[in-house]
Structure formats: C-alpha cells, structure tokens
C-alpha cells in the first residue's frame, strides 16, 4: 500500500512521463485563444503553440476562421508570419483589417497549386521557424501525408491548422487536437455575434476524451 | 580660431606663393600643418553628355566608360556622371603624365563615339578625389600635382557643383556666397549650423582635411559554363550529378572573386523538344552550392524530362560583393535575437517555395481604398511593391470570404435558395459604382443566414431588378 503511494506521488512529481487516462501532457505551451469560453474549453485554457490541429466543418464558412483570429491578430502583433494554404475563396482584406490583422504579415498559397506541392509547403513552413500559424485547407487526406506534417511540427514552435471538410475515422493519428464546428442558427442583431458548436473528437494523449464536457457553444463574430 | 578665415588666409598666402615662388611664408593655418601631404593623384572626368539620361542608361553607359578606364587604372569609382580614378600609380607604367593623359583621351573619345555621344569631356587632375571632381564639373580642365594650389584652384568654382541641395544653396546665396572662396571666410560653427555636418564634408575632402572614403567600381561579369554529355540522359539524378560539376566550376567562380549570385539560369538542351529553362532567383545573393542544389531539385520536382538532355548550360551574370557574415563568431542566442537572421530564414523558405510551386502562385493580399467590395481586395505577387499607404479601416461588417465572381441565386415562392434556405437577416446597404464610371454597378446588400447556421453576404442588383446573388461568406 505504501509502496503504491510513493509511486504514484514519484510519478506525479514528474512532468515528463505520461499515463494512460492522462488528458493532456502536462508543459504544452499554448496561446491564448482570445474567447474566455474557448479558453476554458480547450484542453490547457488555450492553442497549443506546436503541433498540428484538425478542424472539421460541414462546409467551410461556418465561423470555423472566427475562432482562431484573435490569435492571428496577436501573432500577428508579435511580428509573427501568417501562413494561409489553399484557402477555398478570395480573401476580403477589409474583414481581416477590421479584425485588427496586419495583411502585410500574411502570405496566401492560391488553392491552384497541385495537391502535393500544397501539402510540400504545408511541410516545410512547419518546419520554419518563422511563421507563427499554417492555416491549410486540404480534403482527403491520406494517413501518411498527415503523418508527415506531424512529424514536421514536432521539433519547431510552429502551430498548423488543418481545415477538413469531411469527417474521416482517422483517430490513429497523434493530432494533438482534432474538432468539429457547426454553426449554430440565429444571429444576434444588437452585438452581431452567433453561436458556434464545438466538439472535441480527440485530444493528444488519451484513448478517449474523458473530459465531462466535450461539446461547447461559443459566441463569435 | 577653427574657422575657415583661418583657411581662407591660408588660401591667400598660397595664391601669394604660387604667384611668388620665392616668397616663402610659414603657413598660418593649424589644418594644414594636420594634414599629411596625399600620396595619391586623381583624375576625374565628366561626361556632360550622360546628363539628362534615364538613370538606367545613364548607369550602363558609365559603367561602359568605366571599363574603358579600368585599362589605366585599379581604382575607379563612379559618381552620377564622372568618373574618378587614381593615376599616380600609373604614371610609371605609363612614362608620365602626359603620356598617360593622351592615352586616356584617345580611348575615352573611342568610347564615346562607339556609344553614339559627342566626344565632349572635361577633365581635373589634383591630389584629392574630391577637388578633382569639382574641376571636372566645373569644366575647368585643370591639372594640380600639389596639396597648395588645391585652395586657389577651388576658390572660382562655383557653389552650385557642391553636393548640396536646393535649400542650402539657397541659404548660401541668400547670405552673398556664390563662389567656393567665399565660404572660407565664413566660421564653420554657423555654416555647421545652417547646412549641417555633412554639407562642409565634401570641401574638407577636397582641401585633404578630412578622409574620403570611396565606393570602387569592378566591371560586372558573366558566367558560362557547359557541358557536352557523352550520351543522352532522361534520368533526373544523373542530370542534376551533371548540373553538380557546372555549380563547382561557378562556386569556384565567385569565391575567386569574393562575390554571390542572385540568380541563374541553368538550360537543358534537349535532343527533340523545347530546351528546359530553370531560373533560379534569389532574395538574398548566395554562394552556397548545396543552396543551389536544393532550389534545382525543386524546380525538377515539377519539370518532367521527358525527351534525352544532351548539354547543360548555366549563366549568370547578376552578381553582388559577397556579405562578410561573422555570425560563426556570435554566441547563438545573440543570432536568435537578430531580426535580419530570422527574415533570412523566411526568404530562404519563399525561395525554395518559388522554385518549387511557381512565382505566381505565393500572394499576398492588398488592400485598397475603394467602396466597391471587387476593388477592395488585391493578390500580389510576393515581390511585388506594395502600397506604403496605411489602409482606411472599413466599418462596415464585411465577409472573410468574398467569392471569385457572385454567384445567382435562385429564388422560389419569395424564398431564396442557394443550396440550402437563405434568410435575410440584416440590410440593406446600398453599394453603387461612381456615376462616371462605365461599367455601372448598383446592389443593395444583405447578411443572410443559411439553414445550416452559415452567414452569407448576398445583394440584390438594382440595375437587374429581381436578381440575387451571394457575394461573400462569413467565415
């Protein structure tokens, strides 16, 4: 019984070493969202600053982008590189301006590009250290490709977000977080903010999301 | 009395020497006792018919002469339309410099013909670089060997051909300086104080009293280099083990000449099709093979060969003096802080992104002020200058999203469908083209919501009464 005791506070001493039902890993540096309800839903109270994030959406447009620009904005504050990858329609420069983004510090791969020279791109800019989030909208992706931009994350302080589409059974991979939106009906006319739905599908270090709350509503712009 | 009275006293004593050799007279200025006699001879020589050239003409016919030059002299530089060089090192090889002078002319008239320009140019030769040119500009043609006749030979030029601009040649004039020898009788502090440090340089150059640094021109030169294969090659990697060989030669090149590229261009010939072009462009001049080596192999990523190379050629011709980075030298996390690093970082990244996916297609968005949501919004090429204006930040609610042309949507029994329900939730606000404009524009837009909770951005036109189009997506 002691001996059980003083394991587990050895263990719990130790940041380094993860446990089956552990939520997350415990030094994940992250960034704060911006939106009080997103931060105490997210895993951490915030964006992790590394690894690669899915989000999954019905069909883009929903408000899925309203959730990461009051970080964008902060990125891009800190002089930070905004990376926008095969992004589905033409970018209205005025709506970024009024979200207070610097359009200088954002650079735009047109959706033209090849499939593997969109994800090629994807892959080398997660390995610079210079930019401070990847956006890329890609559909249909096969599981070493993603495996590849994991792997790209991994030793550099570079967030990715992918933007899917469809929903895939791809829960083998070690995305460190992987949401669904949905945009809830109904449009508040005096503050010009709606719902969102958001769901946790899977988060890094658990077989299955054990938090008590998996499914939030958020309000966005 | 650090004034240039004191100078201006000095220039009389010297014109007095000059004119009474046997006269002799300690020097009563302090400067001049300072400053060593110069070792050097300049000769500067202008060229008024450069004058009035676009400044790319103006640039490739100077350097033109210059080269020209560089048979008489090591060192040249170029200043808008003169050329300076040092002569006294010549003047042995030369046998003197009459000899020398009567060279220089015949080859810089020769020139000057060749480029189709009246074989007109004025010469100055004296020991400093900056009194030459003076005499050049003024058209004197006059040639001083000694530090004491630069003074008198300065004092009738007028001040119009000092590097100063209008405003302080105004503020000379307007207190009665017209001619170089009246600013030695002004004090320097109040001249310092009116034109500023930089104004009074260029005279203490020419009179030795301060260094002169200058820029020296070397004649830009071209690289090529090709290689017959034994046999014909399809295979990617055997060409780029080809291309390999032509970088060594290229690298050895500019580390003979401590200089970097800011680009090349490598042809493939091949044995039935269309020769492959690669052109490998730089944001920041390199000299790294294994650099090279890595844009090549992105720009093969997306170029198929599909018929037998048979020769390799690479040119370059676009050279730059190499920086000297001492960052080996730096602790690291002095390295990490500096900005410049972590641009270059970023320019090595677009490069090889450049190389790999085509220039067109990495953008970055413009914005311009105009009502008009069409105009607002501009994709232009990353290297592509943009427009410094800070932009006007709009108050109006507008999309994330704006679609490539608006799109019609349908409408049923009052109700509007796009692929789903469409609800008009707020509007409308009116947009309209000017009124002088041709291609005449009148909408009425509104946010709408989708059944699915998507915001959408539609209008209706006013031009085509009844038709609805979505325009923009709120994301």
């Known amino acids: 019984m002691t001996n059980s005791i003083l394991l587990k506070s050895i263990l719990n001493s130790r940041d380094d070493i993860w446990r089956l039902g552990d939520e997350t890993p415990k030094n994940l540096e992250i960034y704060k969202s911006g939106l009080k309800e997103l931060d105490t839903f997210l895993p951490n109270g915030g964006w992790p600053q590394i690894g690669l994030i899915e989000v999954i959406v019905e069909h883009y447009g929903l408000g899925e982008l309203q959730l990461l620009m009051p970080l964008m904005r902060n990125l891009t504050n800190q002089d930070k590189i905004l990376l926008w990858i095969c992004p589905p329609y033409k970018i209205c420069t005025s709506a970024l301006l009024n979200a207070g983004i610097d359009i200088e510090k954002l650079l735009i791969i047109s959706s033209e590009v090849k499939k593997k020279d969109a994800l090629w791109a994807a892959e080398q800019a997660l390995q610079t250290q210079e930019f401070g989030i990847v956006l890329l909208w890609q559909n249909h992706l096969k599981r070493n490709a993603l495996h590849r931009l994991l792997l790209a994350t991994k030793n550099n302080k570079t967030l990715g977000v992918l933007f899917k589409k469809e929903k895939t059974e791809n829960s083998q991979s070690s995305m460190i977080l992987k949401l669904e939106a949905s945009s809830r009906k109904g449009l508040n006319m005096r503050t010009k903010t709606r719902k969102m739905k958001l769901q946790i599908l899977k988060i890094n270090g658990s077989l299955k999301p054990k938090r008590k709350k998996t499914i939030t509503e958020i309000i966005i712009n | ?475």
């Open chain 2, 1 to 475: 009395m650090k004034n240039f009275e004191l100078l201006a006293l000095s220039s009389k004593t010297c014109l007095k020497n000059t004119k009474a050799h046997k006269r002799t007279r300690p020097d009563p200025s302090p400067y001049q006792k300072k400053s060593p006699s110069s070792p050097s001879l300049w000769c500067a020589l202008f060229f008024p018919c450069l004058q009035g050239l676009q400044d790319s003409e103006r640039k490739k016919n100077i350097s033109e002469l210059a080269k020209t030059i560089s048979k008489f002299s090591s060192t040249i530089t170029i200043e808008s339309t003169t050329i300076i060089f040092e002569i006294k090192s010549s003047l042995r090889y030369f046998r003197g410099i009459k000899k020398l002078k009567a060279g220089i002319d015949f080859s810089v008239k020769e020139k000057l013909k060749f480029l189709d320009f009246n074989a007109i140019f004025y010469y100055g030769i004296s020991p400093t670089l900056n009194c030459s040119s003076l005499i050049a500009k003024s058209k004197k043609n006059l040639f001083i060997s000694k530090m004491s006749q630069i003074k008198p030979a300065l004092n009738n030029i007028s001040i119009n051909y000092l590097d100063l601009d209008k405003k302080q040649k105004k503020i000379l004039r307007n207190i009665g300086v017209e001619k170089i020898r009246d600013i030695w009788r002004l004090p320097t502090s109040g001249l310092k104080k009116r034109l500023g440090e930089r104004a009074l340089l260029q005279l203490k150059q020419a009179i030795d009293l301060e260094p002169e640094l200058i820029e020296r021109y070397s004649p830009q030169e071209n690289f090529t280099s090709s290689y017959n294969l034994p046999y014909p090659i399809t295979n990617e990697n055997k060409v780029l083990l080809v291309l390999k060989k032509l970088l060594d030669k290229f690298c050895i090149f500019l580390q003979k000449r401590d200089l970097s590229t800011s680009g090349f261009l490598i042809i493939l010939k091949n044995e039935k099709t269309e020769n492959i072009k690669l052109c490998i462009r730089l944001r920041h001049p390199s000299i790294s093979k294994n650099y090279f080596i890595t844009l090549i192999k992105a720009h093969l990523e997306n170029k198929q060969i599909t018929s037998p190379i048979i020769k390799a050629t690479l040119n370059a011709g676009n050279f730059q003096r190499k920086d000297h980075v001492t960052s080996s030298m730096l602790p690291t996390h002095f390295k990490d802080c500096n900005r410049k690093d972590a641009r270059f970082e970023l320019n090595r990244f677009i490069e090889i992104l450049t190389a790999r996916i085509g220039e067109e297609s990495i953008k970055k968005p413009q914005h311009i002020d105009n009502h008009c949501p069409e105009y607002t919004a501009l994709e232009s090429k990353i290297d592509e200058k943009t427009l410094k204006k800070a932009p006007k930040i709009p108050q109006n609610l507008r999309p994330i999203w704006l679609l490539p042309e608006p799109r019609k949507l349908n409408k049923c029994n009052h109700q509007l469908y796009d692929s789903r329900k469409i609800f008009l939730v707020s509007g409308p606000e009116r947009i309209e083209s000017r009124w002088w404009k041709k291609n005449k524009t009148q909408r009425d837009y509104y946010i709408a919501e989708e059944d699915c909770g998507a915001r959408l951005w539609v209008f209706q036109d006013k031009i085509k009464p009844g038709q609805w189009f979505v325009h923009g997506v709120f994301s």
